[in-house]
């Protein structure tokens, strides 16, 4: 009868002893969530195939803003992943083998750019090490006519730079400087174009929180 009691036991402190290892391999809080701000030149509803649409991080030392503390932190031991992806609304045209644009960075042209059926992605990893500001330009050139947006992506990791460590966990997030994003270019589109009310809705978000910034190439 001892038996099952000892296996009991057994069964009992194996279980306590996995729930204290996984909170011990839970991951920490978000100590911070930066915010870098970007601004777009030239701000126009519609662009030639001659234009090239330059988005700028406006950060110029190694401080980002906290939206947590409401303060800017140094942080002269993270680097920056910076991609933008270039969207298009019901063109005719669907994975393009030139892209639908091209991407000018510091890299070059069209370096470390990547191509989907309806996305064109400027892809700038890790930037900012061995620099003193995370300042960042990116050009994108149309090549086909149709409407398109700019969205920027959010809630990335803050990274470490070589033989640096970061001293605490942090996102960072993109957002338009602008308040304008041209919502009226994006409203004429077509139900369809929008992705049906799903993507409405997605895209009337972005837009809304300065994440998606939508024009027509003509």
């Known amino acids: 009868m001892r038996r099952p009691l000892i296996v009991v036991t057994i069964l009992l402190f194996s279980m306590l002893t996995l729930n204290f290892r996984c909170e011990k391999e839970v991951v920490p809080p978000f100590v911070h969530t930066f915010e870098i701000p970007v601004d777009i030149y030239p701000l126009k509803k519609a662009y030639s195939l ?29 680097s920056i992943t910076f991609h933008a992806s270039y969207f298009e609304f019901g063109t005719a045209i669907k994975n393009p083998a030139n892209g639908f644009c091209d991407v000018i ?35 994108f050139r149309p ?11 959010k809630d990335m990791l803050l990274l470490d730079c070589p033989n640096k460590a970061i001293p605490y966990n942090a996102t960072i997030s993109y957002r338009y400087k602008n308040v304008d ?38």
């Not at 070059?108 to 995370?134: F, H, P, W």
């Not at 090549?143 to 992506?153: D, P």
């Open 143 to 153: 090549n086909y006519r149709g409407t398109y947006s700019l969205s920027l992506l």
């Open 105 to 139: 960075s510091f890299n070059g042209v069209n370096v470390r750019r990547e191509l989907s059926m309806t996305t064109t992605v400027a892809a700038i990893d890790k930037y900012g090490c061995g620099q003193s500001s995370y300042k960042l330009k990116v050009g």
């Open 50 to 78: 001659n234009d090239t649409i330059w988005l700028e991080t406006e950060v110029t030392g190694k401080s980002l803003f906290d939206t947590k503390t409401q303060q800017s932190i140094r942080t002269d031991s993270g």
């Open 181 to 218: 994003l041209n919502m009226d270019v994006f409203n004429s589109l077509s139900v369809s174009d929008k992705g049906q009310n799903d993507g409405n809705k997605f895209h009337t978000n972005r837009i809304n929180n300065r994440e998606e910034f939508v024009f027509r190439v003509e």
